[in-house]
Each structure stands twice: as C-alpha cells, then as structure tokens.
Nanobody, 124 residues
Framework: QVQLVESGGGLVQAGDSLRLSCAASGRTYDVNDMGWFRQAPGKEREVVGAISRSGGSTFYTDPVKGRFTISRDNAKNMVVLQMNSLKPEDTAVYYC?????????????????WGQGTQVTVSS
C-alpha cells in the first residue's frame, strides 16, 4: 500500500500563487506516474496533470497549461503542484494520485492510490 497526503491548500486571491505538496509513504517503490486531480462543487473530478516516474515527462490539461507546474523529488517521495496566476475557476478540492503501472500521462485511468484532498479557494 501507498499512502498519499496532500498539503498546502488555502484561500487566495485571483492572480496569486499556491504550492501544493503530496507526500508519499509506504511501498513507494511501487509508484510510477503521479497525477493531480481536482473536483469543484457540483462537478466531476478532472485531471490537472501528471508526471512520470523520472520526472522527465509531464502532462497538463489545457485550462492550467502555462500556469501550473508539476515536479517530483523521488528521494523525498514528494510531488509538488505549483499553481500560478490562479483564477476563481481553479477553486476545487485537489487530489494527488499514484499508479503502479505507467501509462500515457494524459490517461486518467489506472490510478491505484489517492490522497484525501486539500481545498483550494480562489476569490475574485
């Protein structure tokens, strides 16, 4: 089993930046791709982006491309989502996820482990 714990959420104003962290523990050697998802009130969960095991490849969904950056530090078992130029529509609960079998990064399938989520609220 792998445990994922997100942190760093909060209330910010439009245009501000926020940095979310996801700490992994347990059988971290099983983890390949890691992804960030979000779910806004009344909406389905959607992918934000993903990063390969090496960190050499990343994927971002169009609404966040150019504003969000995903990075990972395998030595620390940590994945970071740096969010810049935040907009009110970025308001959501953000989840970290990990999968054991690598896939095309844009794929939303196959995630085995999920964190509990952290709330991000962007005021206008």
């Amino acid at each position: 089993q792998v445990q994922l714990v997100e942190s760093g959420g909060g209330l910010v104003q439009a245009g501000d930046s926020l940095r979310l962290s996801c700490a992994a523990s347990g059988r971290t050697y099983d983890v390949n791709d890691m992804g960030w998802f979000r779910q806004a009130p009344g909406k389905e969960r959607e992918v934000v982006g993903a990063i390969s095991r090496s960190g050499g490849s990343t994927f971002y969904t169009d609404p966040v491309k150019g504003r969000f950056t995903i990075s990972r530090d395998n030595a620390k078992n940590m994945v970071v989502l740096q969010m810049n130029s935040l907009k009110p529509e970025d308001t959501a609960v953000y989840y970290c996820a990990a999968r054991r079998i690598p896939r095309v990064l844009a794929s939303v399938f196959g995630y085995d482990y999920w964190g509990q989520g952290t709330q991000v609220t962007v005021s206008s």
